[in-house]
């Protein structure tokens, strides 16, 4: 169930920038070639509903007896991604991938959805082994929110540390490079959002700083589907997640944590003009987005190669 895949570093654009590591000018002055890492994260849901929904309920009991319930269609997610994400920001030739996953068995579709960027590294884990050793030490009251807490960071800290790995081994192929490979923005992301509004980093809402990181409205800026980093510091911090739900004693708000986490040590959360329920949602929640359903069949099937099918599954959630 676990396999790790590194890869080299890839082919350069012409196009340059100042970067986020390091300032872009390394230790011979000359300006890195501009490019940006995404790092998709966690698990990929699937279309079921619960009155108090866990993260990886796999299976349930429908008309008798039970089923496995379908993934989340990642060729929907993903193309949303890269025609919002990728493509407006450059395209995929601009964006070395980075990959942990707790869902193994969807390797292939990682690797087909994203094929244009350059896979890096990529990690597919059993997350049941995770929750093995950390659930003694759990606070039993809040179980369900301590655990998915702590599986939510333990994927963020593993992805933030493959692209400091990653900078810091590009790095040392340098002759006398003593800088961090550049990357102007890191972006952490769920692969199971579907997103309608793109995410441009020329918009000034997304100006780079080393103290800032940027995330989706979420009412207080408590967003949580993705993660926009501009500055080494900040994907550091990522990769220490895990130590701030190492303590059972902590309460964890499931919105929110990660900005207090982030707060604690001097970085604060800046909202973008996504909007959760409007531009933005879980696929699996899609029906309780009224304002996004409202675009209907058509628009979906016509913007993301939604089947009518697949928006038969989502809707039907609601009525279940």
């Not at 929110?145 to 599986?151: F, G, L, Q």
């Not at 890191?186 to 995410?199: A, G, H, M």
């Not at 000034?204 to 979420?218: G, K, L, T």
């Amino acid at each position: 169930r676990m396999r790790a895949v590194q890869e080299g570093p890839g082919s350069s654009s012409a196009n340059t920038a100042s970067g986020a590591f390091g300032g872009g000018g390394g230790a011979s002055g000359a300006e890195e070639p501009r490019r940006f890492a995404l790092v998709l994260f966690g698990g990929v849901s699937r279309l079921y509903k619960s009155d108090h929904a866990k993260i990886y309920d796999e299976t349930g009991t429908e008309g008798g007896g039970e089923r496995r319930y379908t993934y989340t269609p990642m060729a929907v997610t993903s193309g949303s991604l890269v025609k919002h994400l990728v493509d407006v920001n450059g395209g995929p030739g601009l964006f070395d991938l980075f990959v942990h996953s707790w869902n193994a068995d969807l390797e292939a579709n990682y690797t087909k959805e994203f094929r244009g960027c350059n896979p890096v590294w990529s990690l597919y884990e059993d997350n049941d082994v995770y929750e093995g050793v950390y659930k003694p030490q759990m606070n039993p009251e809040r179980y369900d929110d301590n655990w998915r807490m702590m599986s939510f960071s333990v994927s963020l800290a593993r992805g933030a540390m493959a692209v400091l790995q990653h900078s810091r081994q590009n790095n040392n192929r340098k002759e006398g490079g003593n800088q961090l490979h550049t990357y102007e923005r890191v972006v952490f992301i769920r692969p199971d959002i579907i997103l309608t509004k793109d995410i441009d980093f020329a918009d000034e809402r997304y100006a780079p700083s080393s103290e800032v990181v940027h995330v989706d409205r979420h009412p207080h800026g408590n967003g949580d589907f993705y993660f926009i980093a501009s500055s080494l510091a900040a994907v550091e911090q990522m990769a220490r997640l895990p130590l701030d739900v190492h303590d059972p004693r902590k309460p964890v708000e499931i919105h929110g944590f990660i900005q207090k986490a982030f707060n604690d040590h001097g970085f604060q959360f800046r909202m973008d003009r996504v909007l959760p329920g409007r531009d933005v949602e879980v696929w699996r929640k899609l029906c309780l987005a009224g304002f996004m359903m409202g675009k209907g069949f058509e628009f979906y099937h016509a913007n993301y190669g939604v089947s009518q099918a697949m928006w038969d599954e989502v809707s039907s959630l609601c009525s279940r």
